[in-house]
């Protein structure tokens, strides 16, 4: 398979998981808090991350960095998106998100 092939289905898979992402999350919130959804999102992600370091090099390989304020900004903005994302989708159509999130 070569370059151009991997990015489309690299591509395609990114799409498709936010895409479910936000479809549970429009379901959840009837019945999760947007903080407990963001929580359990945040969960899994952590899990995952966990799961993957050894292949990535090692968690203190993945986790060395020279620019510590930049990431800590970074990890903040990280935690406010899907919490901001997740209130919206309580509030407007999954439609109407989608539109307002390609305009941006």
């Not at 489309?8 to 549970?24: E, H, P, Q």
């Not at 997740?86 to 390609?102: D, E, G, P, Q, W």
């Amino acid at each position: 398979m070569n370059n151009t092939m991997k990015g489309l289905f690299f591509a395609f898979a990114g799409f498709f998981c936010f895409s479910i992402t936000d479809a549970l999350g429009k379901n959840l919130t009837d019945d999760l808090n947007v903080f407990e959804l963001n929580f359990w999102i945040a969960l899994c992600s952590v899990t995952f991350f966990l799961i993957f370091s050894p292949w990535l090099g090692g968690l203190r390989t993945t986790l060395r960095t020279k620019r510590r304020k930049w990431h800590f900004i970074r990890a903040v903005l990280t935690g406010l998106t899907p919490l901001l994302n997740f209130y919206a989708l309580a509030y407007v159509s999954l439609v109407n998100f989608y539109t307002l999130i390609f305009m941006a």
